[in-house]
């Protein structure tokens, strides 16, 4: 594994924004603390509206501090969005549509829960990554399936694009994940519901992820 590029933070926004500027202000530190690769705004609960002004004022923050910003779920949302990509579950459609909708230059990411099979089928149908979970206990959304570590080997073993482990991530359990071949932590309660704080959260990350390369 040690050839393998070092280990990333993926971002996950909290389900609901009460005040998108003071998460704005938080974003900006929890970039500034850790290394942080990607933002996915995933306001579940959200109007159009509101998604499309959140990202409004979130992702070119993001962008301008390098950070590719994502839209959950939504891919007829994310050129509007001007998002960089879109993740989406097993229900959300197809691969093929997600990339019309983003371009051949923009992210496709696969939510393939525990699934060896959907995460090749991802591949093959053209997507940019896969994710993996829950691989813990989480509170921020129902998780249909529990993942193993031994998947993230095999996928390192066997895959060129990147996978992400999800799940109940924070900077206590991760390193295993590392370890295993994640190449992101997708993570949201882990660091906004973080006691010391989202930007100390994201710097505990930081020092995992260079611990273990």
């Not at 970039?31 to 690769?37: F, N, R």
């Not at 991802?122 to 993996?132: K, L, P, R, T, W």
């Not at 999800?166 to 993570?187: E, H, M, R, S």
Request: aromatic share 6%; hydrophobic share 50%; glycine share 8%.
């Amino acid at each position: 594994m040690s050839d393998r590029p070092k280990a990333r933070l993926y971002v996950i926004s909290p389900p609901r924004l009460d005040e998108v500027e003071a998460f704005a202000r938080d974003l900006d530190a929890v970039i500034a603390a850790g290394d942080v690769a990607c933002l996915q705004l995933r306001l579940k609960e959200a109007s159009d509206g509101d998604v499309l002004a959140a990202a409004g004022l979130l992702f070119p923050r993001a962008q301008a501090q390098g950070v590719a910003c994502l839209i959950n779920d939504r891919p007829d949302l994310a050129r509007q969005a001007k998002a960089d990509g879109v993740h989406i579950g097993q229900s959300d459609g197809t691969v093929a549509a997600a990339r019309k909708a983003v371009g051949p230059d923009g992210i496709v990411g696969v939510t393939c829960h525990d699934s060896r099979h959907l995460a090749m089928e991802a591949a093959e149908a053209g997507a940019d990554y896969v994710a993996f979970g829950a691989f813990f206990d989480t509170a921020t959304k129902v998780a249909p399936t529990r993942a193993n570590l031994d998947i993230l080997s095999w996928w390192q073993e066997m895959m060129e694009i990147p996978c992400v482990a999800i799940g109940g991530i924070t900077p206590n359990n991760g390193a295993d994940l590392v370890k295993a071949g994640a190449d992101f932590l997708a993570v949201s309660a882990g660091i906004w519901a973080w006691p010391e704080g989202p930007a100390a959260a994201s710097a505990a990350f930081k020092e995992l992820f260079d611990t273990c390369a």
